[in-house]
């Protein structure tokens, strides 16, 4: 969740390690800092954003050829400059308080399980704590395993963590060198194409337009990077040679144009995002969701997978989850494939029954996501060996460790609230309902024509919805000046309010809740007043009377209703109802369709309540940690 850049170079690098950090700040944004050997170790932190960083740096001439920098999303330690990064080690004798640097400087992401009992075990050697960070363990490590070489330093240090880490560590001995490590984060290599400067980072937009040539490390991997040269050991130390791969990581992708938040443009950017992501679909064939391992026929690997299994396994976390909350209608009703969605961050901490003839499903935006790559593996474990992950980045982790993969298009997604990231995650999870049915023989010609039809309409669909925004826009009005919310929805229009709801919490901080309306009478409808809006989806679909049922029983107690509603639902305006009418309804696919007007509520409601809509507070973008 948070984000790491490292170089060693011939120039002052301080500048391209400030850029870097300005390009993964989504990914952390409670502090940050920069480190870099300058005739020993210096050092400049805040608790406020990168932009204020870089004035500090150029006030106290910060420069240097060799550094580290970090902007973090806090996890152990309050949001304060003292547990901000990059830490210092301090060795018995020194004293932490003092503006004096120690031996080591290191830069972490990711969570150490044992870091108690390693504290412990320092200071008893007289090591001097200055923070409350699991992070202040490993510098202290480090250095206390250290004798003249910072790359054997870290191998030692390493097989002593327990939990995950990305790691980049310097020291004052050493001044052209970065070490790195990696184990449950994510940590690439950037080779330079400059004066035999090398990189490291937690991301290759870090590095967009500095370097193209990017390492992907692996687990367990340590690195050690020199100018003009690196090397690779992989988990028992044994040197290795990773492929070195050409990612065109735009950093335009970064730039906002005419919009005023990254989550504004995102959410316009989804008509090209589902464009682009059913690129080239002239049929649902297998060989779609071939893995990058594959080999054979194209859609061989996928078709015998497809016809094997007898029932899915859905493994996700947040907005993804509920993507695939939405799949299982499409799977059961369409495929006719028994499926199971899990949250995965509950699912390997319960007992389960496994079942090897299942399809494991993973969703992940990033496709570092922690939990759900704890989930895949224990999936795995128990003998379910058919994987399969819907994901935006090729070269992710969770790709590499599935079989079977579908690479949506989305771009890259800087708005902390996800957006065009779960509609594209839709479209894929709709191609592999079809691609399912198919391979079973459950759907027709005809029946497949229809839907590629629709399928290849929806960005003209989308456009059209975005048209609704000034309607939204008076809505939002209306919200913001509330503390609390209510969504509802029935079948598959119940994962929408559910992330509807979560959308509205993630930027504006108002409570809000989902629930299936037919549940109202169950429970919530005690919260209704006049003060507590009700959201409802309200497609024309077969369950539509009974959803106008549900809104009856808001209106009787007299709360105030928000319906998004297909134009022939014969559910007119009123007092304390207010309707937006959709521009028309899409069946299967509606969910695509619905949630964007509940992402443009939730946007311009942060906008007149004046939140970080990019960057909401005690959030992250990516989450690498448990």
């Not at 948070?2 to 060693?8: E, F, M, R, S």
């Not at 002052?12 to 950090?21: A, D, F, K, S, Y």
């Not at 209510?486 to 919490?505: S, W």
């Not at 949630?595 to 690498?624: E, F, I, M, W």
Request: net charge negative; with cysteine.
């Amino acid at each position: 969740m948070c984000g790491i850049v490292g170089a060693v170079s011939a120039r002052n690098i301080v500048p391209l390690l400030v850029q870097g950090l300005q390009r993964l700040e989504y990914r952390g944004y409670d502090s940050c800092g920069v480190a870099v050997h300058a005739k020993g170790l210096q050092r400049a932190r805040t608790t406020a954003r990168v932009a204020d960083l870089l004035a500090q740096v150029r006030d106290d001439h910060i420069e240097g050829t060799t550094g580290i920098a970090h902007t973090r999303w806090a996890t152990h330690g309050a949001p304060a400059v003292h547990n901000a990064h990059p830490h210092f080690s301090h060795g018995p004798g020194t004293d932490a308080e003092s503006a004096r640097p120690g031996r080591v400087a290191l830069v972490h992401n990711g969570i150490i399980e044992n870091h108690e009992a390693l504290r412990a075990a320092l200071q008893a050697k007289g090591y001097v704590f200055a923070s409350q960070t699991d992070t202040e363990v490993i510098a202290h490590l480090i250095d206390s395993h250290y004798d003249g070489d910072l790359f054997e330093a870290v191998k030692t240090s390493v097989r002593q963590l327990q939990g995950a880490y990305a790691i980049a560590a310097i020291c004052r001995d050493e001044p052209h060198r970065v070490v790195g490590a990696r184990a449950g984060s994510p940590l690439i290599l950037g080779a330079g194409k400059e004066d035999g400067e090398n990189f490291l980072a937690s991301d290759a937009m870090a590095l967009a337009g500095v370097t193209d040539q990017i390492v992907y490390l692996e687990e367990g991997d340590v690195v050690d990077i020199q100018p003009g040269k690196y090397w690779i050991v992989d988990r028992a130390h044994k040197p290795v040679t990773r492929p070195v791969r050409t990612v065109l990581a735009h950093s335009g992708a970064a730039e906002l144009g005419p919009y005023r938040h990254y989550m504004q443009k995102e959410i316009f950017e989804q008509p090209r995002a589902i464009s682009d992501t059913l690129e080239g679909i002239e049929g649902i064939v297998p060989e779609l969701f071939d893995g990058a391992g594959s080999d054979g026929a194209p859609g061989a690997a996928a078709w015998r997978v497809f016809q094997d299994i007898d029932k899915l396994l859905i493994l996700a976390c947040g907005t993804s989850y509920y993507s695939g909350c939405v799949a299982k209608y499409w799977l059961e009703s369409i495929a006719k494939i028994p499926t199971q969605v899990e949250i995965a961050s509950e699912y390997r901490y319960r007992d389960s029954v496994p079942d090897p003839k299942t399809l494991v499903v993973t969703i992940s935006q990033s496709g570092e996501t922690a939990d759900t790559l704890a989930a895949l593996k224990h999936a795995r474990s128990l003998g379910m060996e058919q994987t399969l992950t819907i994901c935006n980045v090729a070269t992710s982790a969770m790709v590499r460790e599935c079989k079977l993969a579908y690479i949506t298009r989305a771009g890259v997604e800087i708005g902390v609230a996800s957006t065009k990231a779960f509609t594209t995650q839709l479209a894929g999870l709709f191609l592999l309902t079809l691609a399912l049915a198919q391979a079973k023989g459950r759907l027709s010609e005809a029946e497949e024509a229809r839907y590629l039809k629709e399928m290849r309409h929806m960005p003209v669909a989308l456009q059209s919805v975005l048209a609704l925004e000034p309607q939204i826009i008076s809505w939002a009005e209306d919200f913001a000046r509330k503390e609390n919310a209510l969504f509802l929805g029935r079948g598959l229009h119940y994962p929408i309010a559910l992330e509807g709801a979560l959308k509205l919490k993630e930027v504006t901080y108002i409570h809000a809740e989902a629930y299936a309306a037919g549940e109202l009478k169950h429970g919530p409808l005690a919260l209704v007043t006049s003060e507590m809006p009700v959201v409802a989806v309200a497609p024309n679909d077969a369950l539509l009377e009974k959803l106008k049922s549900n809104l009856q029983e808001v209106r009787a107690r007299g709360g105030v209703l928000y319906v998004l509603a297909d134009g022939d639902t014969h559910i007119e305006s009123g007092e304390d109802l207010h309707v937006i009418r959709m521009p028309e309804h899409y069946g299967a696919l509606s969910p695509m369709l619905h949630v964007v007007p509940l992402q443009l509520l939730a946007y311009h409601t942060a906008c007149a309540r004046g939140t970080d809509v990019d960057k909401p507070r005690n959030l992250a973008k990516s989450v690498t940690v448990e």
